[in-house]
């Protein structure tokens, strides 16, 4: 999601600087902080021995795909 805003500049800054527009950006990504999980690990058995109990880790969910929500604030000049 993004939302940009072009403001134009005031009378002598326009003129001196030879400024045609000042664009702020606002850009949020994930705004819904929406988690996308990562497969489950695989593995249940370490393969070490023939009686071994199963992993502790076998079948979670550890981590995500995908970032947290990120906004990120800039401004351009237009001259």
């Not at 403001?7 to 705004?31: D, H, K, T, Y």
């Not at 249940?44 to 969910?61: C, H, R």
């Amino acid at each position: 999601m993004s939302l940009v805003k072009n403001q134009m500049p005031a009378g002598n800054a326009r003129l001196q600087f030879r400024l045609e527009v000042f664009q702020v950006r606002l850009e949020l990504f994930n705004v819904l902080n929406r988690a996308n999980f990562a497969a489950p690990t695989r593995p249940v058995f370490a393969g070490a021995t023939q009686n071994e109990t199963p992993l502790t880790t076998a079948g979670q969910i550890l981590r995500t795909v995908n970032s947290s929500r990120q906004v990120q604030l800039g401004v351009k000049v237009l001259f």
